[in-house]
């Protein structure tokens, strides 16, 4: 696995700092529910919980497949968090995605970060392409 995805203590920071950018926001859409889902997408390793990464791609394809806030993904995780199963172990493939949470948090703070949240969020869908046919399957089978 490419060293440059596990979650380093000077990520984590980073991953750490944007969350508390995102959750001091008024914003009814819940942002942070982005931040958390492509975090969780784009550092998955094989120690990673399978229930994390699903919610994870859940999220991302529920934001950019049907248009979904970050306050509705939160509703639809709260749905999948209420049916004990086992989930299923998606496996990254190289890419992870053209951008990071560096890139978001170096934009200026503002509606410049909230874009760049969304567009490293998309960029960490679009690198699991491979598991979408998958993850659109759970959630018809599991949230109809």
């Not at 699903?54 to 306050?71: I, P």
Request: aromatic share 10%; proline share 4%; charged share 25%.
């Amino acid at each position: 696995m490419d060293s440059q995805f596990r979650s380093s203590a000077e990520c984590r920071q980073l991953y750490d700092e944007l969350s508390a950018y995102t959750m001091s926001l008024a914003d009814p859409g819940f942002p942070h529910q982005f931040v958390v889902d492509a975090y969780a997408a784009q550092h998955v390793s094989e120690d990673s919980k399978p229930i994390r990464t699903v919610f994870a791609l859940v999220g991302l394809f529920l934001a950019f497949e049907r248009g979904f806030t970050g306050r509705q993904v939160q509703r639809a995780h709260m749905l999948l968090a209420d049916r004990k199963c086992d989930w299923p172990r998606f496996e990254p493939t190289g890419a992870r995605g053209s951008l990071t949470v560096l890139d978001a948090l170096q934009a200026q703070p503002g509606l410049e970060r909230d874009k760049a949240i969304r567009a490293w969020s998309a960029s960490v869908w679009r690198a699991w392409s491979h598991a979408r046919e998958a993850v659109v399957a759970l959630v018809q089978e599991r949230l109809g």
